[in-house]
């Protein structure tokens, strides 16, 4: 009986010496909400998010509160970009995102033709 609390004891006493495993990742998430100029959100908003190093692009809409989310995309420096029919395209550019963080990017949308583009150079804040 010894030998098995005595094993038993040693099994429990390795596992928590190993500690937490946690797995590495090196995705991040860019989320956020669009807005239209007098502070209504923007349901059914294309957003998309183009990595500046490797070109991948992902695609997202905002759902009915405005709200959008890529919630797995790998790290390094992204611009993001806002259009909806009948507002001027707007765009994020520097958005760095780091692994295993959250960073949140909004967006108010100007009425104006399509051509028109709205470009903004800041990094978003992180959530």
Wanted: charged share 15%; net charge neutral.
């Amino acid at each position: 009986m010894s030998f098995h609390k005595t094993l038993s004891s040693a099994v429990v006493l390795s596992l928590l010496c190993l500690g937490p495993t946690w797995p590495q990742t090196n995705v991040g998430q860019i989320s956020g909400k669009v807005f239209d100029s007098s502070g209504a959100v923007v349901p059914k908003c294309a957003i998309t998010a183009t990595n500046l190093e490797t070109g991948l692009r992902q695609s997202a809409k905002t759902d009915d509160s405005g709200n959008y989310s890529f919630p797995s995309l790998p790290s390094g420096a992204y611009t993001v970009r806002a259009e909806s029919q009948g507002f001027r395209h707007t765009e994020q550019s520097g958005v760095i995102l780091d692994a295993a963080t959250r960073r949140a990017v909004d967006f108010t949308l100007v009425l104006g033709s399509i051509t028109e583009v709205v470009s903004v150079a800041a990094t978003a804040t992180a959530v």
